[in-house]
């Protein structure tokens, strides 16, 4: 059911519309960043002891009239030299047939919506840190086939109750494309037993409890830990994904101001990417966030100041008089690990002419980072963005994203995306060493 990785928290940041996610997303992004299958995906054999479960977890939810939720996504990781935490509290609601709202804490607003009659004729999934909003048809019914990939993909990463009801066959859904299915034991929870099942979808294994009562998805836990040690992180000792919803209030009343949205008037209008078959592409990529960085060509380049992997502090301000290039990657990024050699050797033969070349990671641990560029034997500077806060100031949304900042301190040059050479690249940095 989730592939999601640590750049998970970042929907669009934390995800987009992050969203972000999957083993080797393609071209770009998503956080955001963590994407469900959305096509149907091969049925794994149930047990008897755990259909009663999904049976009824399908008849509570065709029985829901509404439902508000609340919860927290957390991600913990933990190695021989490193330990990060990241904390996300988020809302929802959902009135049926298939009207719900998505709000996880400064970093993504997904509504959608008030009938037609009443109003309300579009979806919209807002970014208020990047203040850049989408719209999409409401869905009429449950359904994937009614939300767009990159709608679902961010609920799927956040919100999966809400994604698994407005899939419309949420027992099937839970367990699409996963193996070794079983029932788990039970999971305390405010000193209550829940029940619980675990599955396995390749390196990670999935264990998700149900509250007691209404059988509806109370908890789920993503243990990544073989993942990372498969990625050559052998010192990985707790790599855990959970979210938690900690208010659950099925038929409650829900006003319809809750499902309108009128997007600020000086927010920037994206476009979602057209739908993609392939489960691997990240949603948030593409198109989309792509408007509002190319909008930066021009401006005065974001000031920031990382720390890079000797915990060195690097400021754009201290690079004043330079041409820089800032390139935004991760490692579970296919695409970006494909450009991060022509980076590395453009740091190389462009150093004496005073270029900078800058590898700007977006959330990983430290120490993930440092294990890939050790192992790739690249030689530039990297910089670690583990809250996306320069991300945030250069409207990444989709990765890789590199960036050339002329001497005078400005954007000479937005490429997004890695079509298999750097030519583009070189050519917006020699016009930037000649002044152009």
């Not at 408007?291 to 992997?309: E, H, I, Q, S, W």
Request: charged share 25%.
């Amino acid at each position: 059911m989730l592939k999601l990785i640590v750049g998970l928290l970042v929907l669009i940041s934390t995800a987009s519309v992050t969203l972000a996610q999957a083993d080797e997303p393609a071209a770009t992004q998503p956080a955001t960043q963590a994407a469900p299958a959305t096509q149907a995906a091969a049925t794994p054999a149930i047990p008897d002891d755990v259909k009663p479960l999904l049976d009824q977890l399908n008849q509570s939810a065709a029985a829901l009239k509404s439902l508000e939720l609340a919860g927290r996504i957390s991600f913990n990781f933990e190695s021989a030299d490193d330990k990060q935490q990241h904390v996300e509290e988020f809302t929802s609601a959902f009135r049926a047939p298939a009207m719900f709202r998505h709000e996880a804490k400064d970093d993504l607003l997904i509504v959608s919506g008030v009938a037609k009659d009443k109003g309300q004729s579009k979806g919209y999934a807002f970014l208020p840190a990047r203040n850049s909003y989408a719209d999409f048809d409401p869905p009429q019914k449950p359904g994937l086939d009614q939300v767009p990939d990159q709608v679902a993909k961010a609920l799927f990463e956040q919100d999966p109750m809400l994604f698994l009801l407005l899939s419309g066959e949420p027992g099937k859904q839970l367990l699409d494309g996963t193996t070794d299915v079983k029932r788990a034991a039970d999971v305390q929870i405010d000193d209550k037993a829940h029940p619980a099942i675990s599955f396995v979808e390749g390196p990670i294994t999935y264990r998700v409890a149900f509250d007691p009562t209404t059988y509806l998805v109370r908890q789920v836990q993503v243990d990544q830990t073989q993942r990372f040690k498969d990625r050559g992180i052998d010192d990985a000792k707790v790599a855990m994904l959970t979210i938690d919803y900690t208010k659950m209030t099925p038929d409650a009343p829900v006003d319809d101001r809750a499902f309108s949205f009128e997007p600020p008037k000086e927010a920037v209008a994206m476009k979602l990417p057209a739908t993609s078959d392939d489960d691997d592409a990240a949603p948030g990529g593409g198109g989309g966030g792509e408007g509002a960085a190319l909008a930066l060509v021009g401006k005065p380049a974001p000031d920031f100041t990382l720390k890079d992997l000797q915990g060195k502090s690097v400021s754009l301000a201290q690079l004043k008089g330079h041409v820089v290039v800032l390139d935004f990657w991760a490692t579970w990024c296919g695409p970006c690990v494909a450009s991060l050699p022509y980076l590395d050797k453009l740091h190389q033969e462009k150093s004496p002419q005073g270029v900078r070349v800058f590898a700007v990671n977006q959330e990983e641990p430290a120490a993930v980072v440092r294990k890939f560029i050790d192992g790739k034997h690249l030689t530039m500077p990297v910089l670690l963005d583990t809250k996306a806060e320069a991300g945030k100031k250069y409207s990444v949304e989709g990765i890789p994203q590199t960036v050339v900042i002329g001497k005078d301190g400005k954007i000479k040059k937005v490429l997004i995306g890695f079509g298999g050479d750097d030519h583009d690249l070189r050519d917006a940095v020699d016009k930037a060493l000649g002044g152009q």
